[in-house]
């Protein structure tokens, strides 16, 4: 059945590589995404959805499709861009520049081909509402904003996503990246991990750098509470689990002979159990005062966590259903499995939000012939992957596949007439 659904891609396909190529060109940062966001409410309009509704959770876009008795199954693409500067030398390439939340002007690109999964979504919505005939059920249609910062999920349901529309019983996502064109790849259980950025500001007293005896030195703090959180994974997380803290910020002092006031880090955290989320996150925070107070700070150290996403579990045993249409209909051989992610993805807090069932796969990008070779080879780190300005997709067969892969997942889970 899917066969004959997808069959009306042929028709849609120069249409949807214009559109991509246009969203390609004009990428939007996260929360800025409105221009994107219009485009995409008016092609559901334009393909029959019974209701588009714009602004959910900022600028994210929510169609609903219903299509007689049965599942309701939410299809979910982000589509936010990336501070980055475009490298790639193509046609379409962007030259767009924004103004970022903290008011620099930074350039701004399609670095995660975010872009490419926001027009798939769009032609799987348009072959799905052009085949209702052949299925029953509701079709749920959620464009996502702001995934680069891990709150456009959440912003959407705290906006009512799941009061305001149909409450699905499954949440079906993907993403494109550095695996062969035409291939999809997936694993089943924890795929990506839980993302927590955390700021520690270290108090200590400021003073004149030749009189250290007067001041308490944050920067001195702020070096022992690098190095110490380096054993947290090493010496407290279970070389059976999987974790890392990385501190990407380190800011102290205007000059070399004042010892400054305050010191701050930024921590960036990964992790894929509940458990040792926990177990990482307390122990960077104990690691933090317990510092601090080494120091003889007088002011314990202010923490602050942000931008968090949970684990992506892509559950077992939907996964295995669809991943088995998956087979069927690509062939066996298109399909690939894949080790666990380190980067994280917020499409998880939708189906945690519900208690249902997310399947979340990978597809291919990169040219087909030359891709396989360095995958055989073991080189594929060297390939431009996510957020490099060197990564975009090539448009064929990568959008073809895409789009496919939406649809065939979808009718995986709605009712077949
Ligand atoms: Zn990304
Ligand atoms: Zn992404």
Redesign the pocket.
Known sequence: MPKTVTAGLAELREDLAGFYRDLHEHPELSLQETRTAALLARRLREVGFDEVVEQVGGTGVVGVLRNGDGPVVMLRA?FDALPVEERTGLPYASKARAVDADGTEVPVMHA???DMHAVCLTGAATLLARSRERWSGTLLVVFQPA??LAVGARDMVEDGLFERFPVPQIVLGQ?VGPLPAGFIGYGSGPVMAAADSLNITLHGRGGHGSRPEAAIDPVLMAAHVVTRLQGVVAREVSPAESAVVTVGRLHAGTKDNIIPDTAELGVNVRSFTPAVRDQVRTAIERVARAESAASGAERPPVLTWFASAPALVSDPEATGRTVAAFSEHFGAQRILPMPQVNAS?DVGVFGDTLGVPTVFWFWGGLETEPTLAALGEGRIDDLPG?HSPLFAPVVEPTLSTGVEALVVAALTWLDEV
Do not use: A, I, L, T
Request: proline share 0%; charged share 45%; hydrophobic share 0%.
């Open positions: 982000d995660c081909g975010h995934e680069e993403h993805e996510n």
